[in-house]
């Protein structure tokens, strides 16, 4: 069992930014891919960033390419997502996601793990 809660959300004018944190407990954090994801209201949950087990691998959503970096800090079993130039369409809650794989995936049905999500809000 993993157990994820993540934390740093919150309320932000556009152009701004938030550094979203997740820290896993449980199993050894470093055999899995972690994986951050959004869902706005009235839509589909979806992919935004994610790390393979390593680090040595990242993928990014095209919408926020350029502007969120995902890392992790394995000896702090600790996910990061740092969101700058934060726009109104970014506003979502924010999810951490972990697989037991060394490789990371961009689909949201193939992690095992999720954390219980951080409101994110962007005002224009």
């Known amino acids: 069992q993993v157990q994820l809660v993540e934390s740093g959300g919150g309320l932000v004018q556009a152009g701004g930014s938030l550094r979203l944190s997740c820290a896993a407990s449980?199993?050894?954090?470093?055999?899995?891919?972690m994986g951050w994801f959004r869902q706005a209201p009235g839509k589909a949950r979806e992919f935004v960033a994610v790390?393979?087990?390593?680090?040595?691998?990242?993928y990014y959503a095209d919408s926020v390419k350029g502007r969120f970096t995902i890392s992790r800090g394995n000896a702090k079993n600790t996910v990061y997502l740092q969101m700058n130039n934060l726009k109104p369409e970014d506003t979502a809650v924010y999810y951490c996601?972990?697989?037991?794989?060394?490789?990371?995936?961009?689909?949201?049905?193939?992690?095992?793990?999720w954390g219980q999500g951080t409101q994110v809000t962007v005002s224009s």
């Open positions: 790390i393979s087990w390593s680090g040595g691998s990242t």
């Open positions: 996601a972990a697989r037991y794989s060394y490789r990371a995936s961009t689909l949201p049905e193939e992690y095992d793990y």
């Open positions: 449980g199993r050894t954090f470093s055999s899995y891919a």
